[in-house]
């Protein structure tokens, strides 16, 4: 019974139903995945129906403007849109999907096991090691694209791959973005007050991913009222393009409302400054994404949190 309602759910709202056409069979799908994951050694993806009709439920809530974005599911999941892509590429199919994404392997670095020079999320997950089955869905949008999406169980590379589910242009290693430029605009301020340097945490890297995801309609900053501390800021009423390290250079500039004496902000805020220099923390993690309005929001939070009233930051 349950069954035929996920089909039964699945022809009330899709635009054009899946078909078994040229490149977007589950044989296609998963040729295309297993080429792949046998150049690494790793075993070949099995089809699931489940994983398909969970992939066609969610494209269907997408047709509207053809952009991808996270279904918050229990699976690993790979979207891609053809809505900004031209000629054959519009009618993008199942097999171009994949390997579209099979094309970040090469900015995937194994030494580092880090992506460099450019996004390798979603190569990640076709050949996570772990995943064994795999579901796909390709739908069209009213504006005449069409977008593919895959679903992966058991959910592999769960930092990048959640930053892959967020659906907007994905945070990715370009200057003033990487760990280590987050790290020495913190520590740089941190370094001028004496308090030890703070090191990288990639689970508030990914805390914050998480968060901001569900910022991004208009670029403001909403607190997440989670257990760490968190500094917020939006490049929304700015010019270019907001990154990183400037998010924490904006922070650190508060220091000029900070006074020591009374421990205390004078003349404007510094709260985001004194939890950037808090003597207990130890660890930061950041995330930058982009908005859909073009602007760009970052967040970083902090490992054990600071900030706290009457209490002395260093």
């Given at each position: 019974?349950?069954i035929l ?5 699945i022809s009330?709202?899709c635009?054009?139903p ?12 998963l040729?295309?995945h ?5 150049e690494?050694g790793?075993k070949?993806?099995?089809w ?8 066609y ?8 403007h053809?952009?991808?974005f996270?279904?918050?599911g229990?699976?690993?999941?790979n979207?891609v ?5 031209t000629g054959a ?5 199942g097999?171009q999907a ?6 970040q392997?090469?900015?995937y ?8 020079g ?5 190569y990640?997950?076709?050949v ?6 795999v579901?796909?869905a390709r ?10 999406s895959?679903?992966y ?6 930092l990048w791959?959640i ?21 020495k ?17 990639k689970?508030?890297?990914?805390y ?8 991004i309609?208009?670029?403001m900053?909403i607190?997440?009222n989670?257990?760490?501390g ?5 490049g929304?009423?700015a ?16 220091k000029?409302?900070?006074d020591?004496?009374s421990n205390?902000?004078?003349g404007?805020?510094?709260?985001h400054y004194?939890?950037?220099?808090w ?5 930061v ?5 982009q908005?859909n309005?073009?602007?760009y929001?970052?967040s970083?939070?902090y ?6 009233p ?5």
């Open positions: 019974m349950k309602l996920v089909w039964l759910m009330l709202v635009v054009l899946w078909c078994l056409s040229a490149q977007n069979s589950p044989e296609d799908y040729e295309a297993n080429t792949a994951r046998a690494v790793v070949p993806l099995k699931d129906g489940r994983l398909e009709s969970y992939a439920l969610h494209l269907s809530q997408k047709t509207e053809c952009i991808p996270q279904s918050d229990p699976y690993g999941e979207t849109s053809g809505v900004k892509a590429f519009r009618k993008l199919t097999v994949v390997g579209v994404w099979v094309a392997k090469q900015y670095d194994e030494k580092s096991n880090s992506c460099i450019g996004y390798c999320g979603h990640m997950q076709v996570w090691r772990d995943t064994t089955h579901g796909c739908v069209q949008c009213d504006n005449g694209a069409y977008m593919v895959c679903n169980s058991p959910p592999g590379n769960l791959l930053i892959s589910l967020m659906g907007v242009l994905p945070w990715c290693l370009s200057a003033q973005n990487f760990p280590i430029d987050y790290l605009a913190h520590n740089t301020a941190r370094a001028k007050v004496r308090v030890k340097p703070l090191k990288w945490d689970r508030l890297e990914l914050a991913h998480l968060h901001l995801g569900k910022q309609k208009d670029c900053p607190r997440s989670g257990p760490f968190e500094n917020m800021a939006s929304v009423i010019t270019g393009e907001l990154t990183g390290a400037q998010a924490v250079r904006s922070w650190v500039a508060q000029q409302y900070y020591e004496k205390s902000c004078i404007g805020t510094c709260h004194i939890q950037v220099v003597g207990n923390t130890t660890h993690g950041c995330a930058r994404l908005c309005n073009g602007a929001i970052v970083c939070n490992s054990p949190p600071g900030n706290f009457r209490e002395r930051p260093y």
